[in-house]
C-alpha cells in the first residue's frame, strides 16, 4: 500500500466547607499504553478503534493500525489525552513511514440509520481490517464486542486506547481522520457549525438544526434529528 495513503470504503472523503484532612492514599501509577499486548503473538497484529458513535451528523469512522515495536512513534498515546496538534503530528508521522499501516473502515449516516450506530460501528471496523494490504495475526478491539465476521483472529480490550499502543495509535488515525471529514463538510453544509462541534449535539448544533432543518448527512434516526423531522412533517 502506498505510503500517506489511507484505505477507506467512503464517498464522504472525496470532495472534541473548609479543608477537611483525609486519609493520605498512595498516589496511583499513570499508565499509558504498551505493546505488551501485541507482544503475545509472533506475526503481526493490528489495533481497531472508532471515533463518531455520538455524533448528530456525518460518519462513524474506524481505524486499523499496524505497528511494530521499533515503529512506535514518540509521543504515542490515548487519543484523548492527546491536543488536536499532537495528534495531528503523529498521524502524519504515522503516514509517511513505510513500517505502519493505516487502514480506515467508514459507516455512512444512511448505514448507521439502517443497521443502528452499534452495528454500523463494527461493520466499520471490519472494513478497516480488511482494507490493511497485510492479514494480521490478531485484531485488538477497542471496547468490550468483537465484530462479526471478522478477517482474522479478534481480542476486544476494554479501554484499549489506553492500554495498547496500536489501539491508541488507531484511536487517533480514527479521531483526526473524522474531523477531517467534518471540517470539510462544514464547506459543504454551512450554518450547522460542523467545523466547530464536528457534529456532536452541542446547543449550538440543536439549534440551528431547527432553523435549517436536516442536512443529508445528519443521522435521521438519532432523536434530536427524528424531533425536527417530525415537527417539519405536522407544519
Known amino acids: ?17 473548609s479543608k477537611i484532612s483525609l486519609p493520605k492514599k498512595a498516589a496511583m501509577p499513570k499508565t499509558s499504553p504498551d505493546y505488551s ?15 463518531g458513535r455520538g455524533p448528530l451528523a456525518g460518519p462513524v469512522v474506524a481505524a486499523a493500525v499496524i ?27 504515522m503516514l509517511a513511514r513505510d513500517d505502519i499501516f493505516v487502514s480506515l473502515g467508514i ?3 444512511e448505514e448507521i440509520d439502517r443497521l443502528n450506530i452499534l452495528h454500523a460501528s463494527m461493520a466499520a ?14 485484531a485488538l478491539i477497542d471496547g468490550n464486542r468483537r465484530p462479526p465476521d471478522m478477517c482474522c483472529p479478534s481480542q476486544a480490550i476494554i479501554k484499549g486506547d489506553a492500554k495498547s499502543l496500536s489501539i491508541a ?5 480514527a479521531k483526526v481522520i473524522r474531523d477531517r471529514l467534518m471540517v470539510e463538510a462544514d464547506s459543504r453544509f454551512p ?6 462541534h464536528k457534529g456532536y449535539p452541542t446547543k449550538a448544533h440543536k439549534e440551528a438544526l431547527r432553523n435549517l432543518g436536516v ?20 407544519k
Open 1 to 17: 500500500m502506498p505510503k500517506g495513503c489511507i484505505v477507506t470504503n467512503s464517498s464522504f472523503c472525496q470532495n472534541v466547607p
Open 37 to 51: 499486548f501485541e507482544s503475545q503473538f509472533s506475526g503481526p497484529v493490528c489495533g481497531v478503534d472508532e471515533a
Open 67 to 93: 505497528l511494530t515495536p521499533e515503529s512506535v512513534p514518540s509521543g504515542l498515546n490515548d487519543s484523548k489525552v492527546l491536543s488536536q496538534g499532537r495528534r495531528e503530528l503523529l498521524l502524519n508521522e
Open 107 to 109: 459507516a455512512e449516516p
Open 125 to 138: 471496523m471490519g472494513r478497516a481490517v480488511a482494507g490493511l494490504p497485510i492479514l494480521p495475526d490478531m
Open 169 to 173: 495509535a488507531a484511536s487517533i488515525a
Open 191 to 196: 450554518g450547522y457549525g460542523l467545523a466547530g
Open 215 to 234: 442536512s443529508p448527512i445528519h443521522r435521521q434516526s438519532y432523536r434530536p434529528v427524528a424531533d425536527v423531522i417530525r415537527q417539519s412533517s405536522v
